[in-house]
């Protein structure tokens, strides 16, 4: 099958487009607005979008709460979503009123932050700190990259000097209503060129051979 952007509706291609790009990790983004109000909602497009300097991204699909607070305040924080807060997570993306604090009605325990003014998820084992570098339009869409200015993550999670996946346990979004849990996770090295040009049975290995 084909699916054509320019013979199918927005809509229609856009839950194609979800279901293709998958696994998709979340950004629970946590703004707070000019008047002091928080929102927190979870943004299935967010991945690193540079190194040095540390900036990562998240895509607003439309002008919502969170890219108005961002533009207004310049800060927010990302908290990564765990297994155990599934039904607070897929809670918060409900669309409350402007004026209502989607923590406040879900249940979802927030706490100061380092850096920035606005709160984290307490009850998540990492947070990442932004300041707010830039916004590119895109459409109907928003992205918004964020300077990292800090990574919290709890003593528990980190091993070797990083979050370990396996105590992270993070939730990611697939197609329509559908999430995902890690499951299996596989590792496996690099091959660096030398080793793959001096030993023909990598490469032999690698094709099935």
């Not at 979870?42 to 607003?60: L, M």
């Not at 706490?111 to 300041?131: G, K, L, Q």
């Not at 060129?193 to 094709?207: F, L, S």
Request: with cysteine; hydrophobic share 40%.
């Amino acid at each position: 099958m084909h699916f054509d952007p320019a013979a199918m509706e927005t809509r229609a291609f856009y839950r194609v487009l979800n279901s293709v790009v998958v696994p998709r990790p979340i950004a629970w983004v946590c703004t707070r607005s000019a008047e002091g109000v928080v929102n927190l909602a979870p943004h299935s497009f967010y991945t690193v979008a540079c190194v040095d300097p540390p900036v990562v991204q998240f895509t607003s699909v439309g002008r919502k709460d969170s890219l108005r607070n961002v533009e207004a305040t310049g800060e927010f924080t990302v908290s990564l979503t765990p297994e155990p807060l599934f039904e607070q997570i897929n809670a918060t993306g409900t669309d409350f009123p402007a004026g209502i604090s989607e923590a406040e009605e879900c249940g979802v325990r927030l706490e100061p932050s380092e850096r920035v003014a606005v709160p984290r998820v307490a009850e998540s084992p990492v947070s990442v700190e932004c300041t707010l570098h830039s916004t590119v339009r895109l459409g109907d869409s928003t992205v918004v990259f964020g300077r990292v200015r800090l990574i919290s993550a709890w003593d528990s999670v980190v091993r070797d000097g990083r979050p370990r996946v396996e105590q992270l346990r993070p939730l990611a979004r697939l197609g329509g209503n559908e999430w995902s849990t890690v499951g299996e996770v596989r590792e496996i090295p690099r091959i660096p060129y030398t080793n793959w040009a001096e030993d023909p049975a990598i490469g032999e290995q690698v094709r099935g051979g």
